[in-house]
């Protein structure tokens, strides 16, 4: 069982920048995929941002041109830089994390709460 344990969320005004980082208590390089999902009040997860095990990235159109996911193999992290912040980005954001030979092995962290506004 990995543990993800997630930082940086809070307060931002608009058009501000924030890092969130998720740290893996196991190796990185055991997971297939990681990645960012969040969840706004009334709203369905959604993928936010992931990055597979050789560096390839994929972003949600809605944050696409704004946001940069990036990992540090050797600390076990990764992390999610978002810029250019809006009231829309306002969610609980979660670390995600697929493993396995089939993917068949899904983890989540606790989230972190990013809130924009003035």
């Known amino acids: 069982q990995a543990q993800l344990v997630e930082s940086g969320g809070g307060l931002v005004q608009p058009g501000g920048s924030l890092r969130l980082s998720c740290k893996t208590e196991g190796t990185i390089l055991s997971m297939n995929t990681m990645g960012w999902y969040r969840q706004a009040p009334g709203k369905q997860r959604e993928m936010v941002a992931y990055i597979t095990r050789d560096g390839s990235t994929k972003y949600a159109d809605s944050v696409k041109g704004r946001s940069t996911i990036s990992k540090e193999n050797a600390k076990n992290q990764v992390y999610l830089q978002m810029s250019s912040l809006k009231p829309e980005d306002t969610a609980v954001y979660y670390c995600?994390?697929?493993?396995?030979?089939?993917?068949?092995?899904?983890?989540w962290g606790q989230g972190t709460q990013v809130t924009v506004s003035s």
């Open positions: 995600h994390a697929v493993a396995g030979w089939e993917d068949e092995y899904a983890y």
